[in-house]
């Protein structure tokens, strides 16, 4: 990502903040915020898997994940926000429910707080263009 491209702030999604300590700084807004939805996720993550060093690296990334950030709340506008996602993504003929749906989640946390959305999955997120300025990493 080029350096005028690098906002002031954005909301990082999961997989980012999974991959958090391989990617270069410069790759990422110069404040970033993750959303309450990615630290349910994170907070799932350790019971998701019966490998016990697998659930001690997710237990572990839970925890840092919690000491760096305050996560935005999924208010009132994210709620509006995930309502013009959803048509966004059915209209485009796209899966929009079942898990798919967290992602969805937090694509509305980023447009209802004015954010552009850092993700290390970008096809996670076509047919929102317009919606949301989604920054592959």
Do not use: W
């Not at 939805?37 to 990334?61: C, K, S």
């Not at 967290?102 to 980023?110: K, S, Y």
Request: charge should be negative.
């Amino acid at each position: 990502m080029a350096d005028e491209r690098r906002a002031e702030r954005g909301l990082l999604d999961t997989s980012v903040i999974i991959d958090l300590e391989k990617l270069d700084p410069s790759q990422l807004p110069i404040e970033a915020a993750v959303s309450a939805v990615t630290m349910a996720e994170l907070a799932a993550g350790p019971h998701a898997t019966p490998d016990a060093d697998e659930r001690a690296r997710r237990q572990d990334r839970l925890q840092r994940a919690e000491a760096a950030f305050d996560p935005l709340p999924f208010d009132g506008e994210a709620a509006r926000a995930y309502g013009r996602i959803f048509a966004a993504v059915a209209a485009a003929g796209r899966k929009a429910r079942g898990a798919r749906a967290v992602d969805l989640l937090i694509a509305a946390a980023a447009l209802g707080a004015g954010l552009p959305l850092y993700t290390r999955n970008g096809d996670d997120f076509r047919a929102l263009e317009g919606l949301v300025d989604v920054i592959e990493v």
